[in-house]
Structure formats: C-alpha cells, structure tokens
C-alpha cells in the first residue's frame, strides 16, 4: 500500500502535469539563490548566505498619516506571492509602475489566496514592508573581487487610506488593491537581466508554504541549466535553507519533505538524495522553452 503522504505527492504531480496552462510567474535570479524570513524575525535587518552570494534587507519607512512610520521586514508566502507578483508583471508589462488593484487581487484568487478579513491585512502589511525595504546583493566576481549592489525594491510608494476590505468581487475605495509602487531603476535593470521563469500551477500548489517555494524556486534556476551532475552536501543546503535549525538532524528531516514537496511541483526535475546530501542533474526547465522568449 502506498503511504498516504506518497499518494498526496503522486496526485500533485498528477495535477501539474495534467495543467491545461501555460501561464508563468518571473523573479530575479539573485532571489533564486537566497530568501526571506519564513516568520517575522523582529528586527531591522536580515541576511542570508549561500556560497559566493549573500542577500542583507534593511526594513524601511512609510510617511503616513502626517509621520513616519517604520516598516518591518518582510517575510513568510504572502511576501513571496507579492514580490513574485511585482516581478511577473514588470516583466510582462514591460514597465516598472506596477499596480496593487485589480490585477494583483486576481492574481491571488487564481493562485487560491483568501484576500478578505485578516489574510487582507496581512497582504496589505507585507506589500507595504516589501516597498520600503532596501536589498543588499553580495557577490564574488568571476576576477575574485567581492562585489555589493544596493537598491530598494521601490522608488514610490503610493498608499491608499488603511481601510477593510469588504470581499465580494470588487475592492472597496481606498484598498490595498488602489495602491502602486514604482520599482526603482537598479532593481527593474537587475530584474530584466537576469529573470528565471517559474511555472504558476506550482506556486498555486505551493501558496502557503515558503518552504518549499524557496526551494522549488531554487531548482528552476539550478536544473535547466546544468550540464553535468552537480553534487551539494547537507552543510551547504543548511547554510541556504535551514539556518533556522539548531542542529543538522532536524534540518535534514525537515528539507527532504519540503524537498519532496518541491519536487512534485517539478515532475521534470531529475533529483538523487545521497548520504552527503543531494545530486542535482541536468533537467528539462519548469516553464516550456517556447514560452521563456516572454521572459528573455
């Protein structure tokens, strides 16, 4: 008999596969290589690494009401969902004034995000907090010098009064959904060079978790591009996914579900678990080559 968290992963895959779509997000390829906080870490600043590449975000401010008021960090899917829905549209629209109304409120009910009541707000709190917030890119240089690049996400952050939404099919004046942002000049030129395409019925599927979309993320950068087998021990994946653990062990057994989980969103991902950690092979790209013209 097959285990029912077998199952459930074969009728995921059975689910992408069978998608009648061919609709894509996009996100810049350093985001591939480093994340968010899953949880509000509570503090200004935030930082991760991942071999030669490290990413540091710095919380920022809003004028709102008359003063200022400090932002934090964001974090957790709701973040990631937003920030991939910034990327996707500046990508396809080909412009860096990107709206929060309509679009970005159909978007979410196409990926199955409730958007009424406190997942409302919620959205609404990170959509502000990623806006204000300014990234650090740290890098090695193919010469062997360090290179940094700082921008904000946004340049101008138009902001509608804090009002609830109501539901129903339509936003209410003065939502989330009214609101705008401009993505700054660095940011939309960093995007534009270098995007990955990932395929929407999988970040559907993965909606809620950024576990395992920081990790379904990091495979469509890696795999497609391979051109030999390419091994990665559990420490290196620890250090990228799983700074959070105390210890190896429980990170171990936590990555193989998120990775399981990851792997079913990408039936053509080719994938072997070792006793030093995994072996990542070259493998067909999670978005069809005839659509990543759009993102090219």
């Known amino acids: ?18 998608a009648e779509t061919n609709d894509f997000a996009a996100t810049y ?25 490290s990413l540091l975000v710095e919380a920022g401010r809003i004028s709102e009401g008359g003063r200022w008021i400090e932002c934090g960090l964001p974090f957790g899917s709701k973040a990631r969902l937003i920030l991939l829905y ?15 109304g309509g679009s970005l409120h159909e978007w979410m009910k196409r990926l199955g995000v409730p958007v009424g009541g406190k997942s409302y707000a ?45 539901g129903g099919t339509s936003p209410t004046q003065g939502s989330l959904w009214e609101e705008r942002v401009e993505l700054s000049q660095p940011f939309y030129e960093l ?19 950024s576990a395992a979309l920081d990790v379904y993320i990091w495979l469509c950068y890696r795999l497609h591009v391979l051109q030999e087998p390419t091994p990665i021990s559990w420490t290196r994946l620890k250090e990228q996914f ?3 653990y105390a210890t190896a062990y429980q990170f171990r057994h936590k990555f193989k ?30 978005v069809a080559k005839r659509h990543l013209k759009a993102v090219s």
């Open 1 to 18: 008999m097959v285990p029912a968290r077998q199952r459930s992963l074969i009728d995921i895959a059975a689910e992408i596969l069978a």
């Open 191 to 209: 995007l534009q060079k270098h995007p990955v395409p990932v395929y929407e019925p999988a970040i559907q599927r993965l909606q809620n978790n």
């Open 86 to 100: 910034m990327q996707t549209m500046a990508i396809r629209e080909q412009s860096r004034f990107i709206e929060l």
């Open 122 to 166: 919620h959205i609404r709190e990170q959509a502000r907090r990623l806006s204000a917030c300014t990234m650090y890119l740290g890098y090695a240089t193919d010469e062997g010098g360090e290179a940094t690049t700082k921008t904000p996400i946004a340049n101008t952050i138009l902001l509608a009064p804090s009002r609830p939404y109501s």
């Open 29 to 53: 390829a350093g985001f591939c290589l480093t994340s968010l906080p899953h949880r509000d870490p509570g503090v200004r600043t935030w930082e991760r690494k991942n071999g030669r590449c």
């Open 242 to 244: 799983g700074q959070q």
């Open 257 to 286: 579900d998120t990775l399981a989980l990851a792997l079913a969103v990408y039936p053509g991902a080719h994938i072997k678990e070792t006793k030093a950690g995994i072996t990542l092979f070259p493998s067909a790209p999670a």
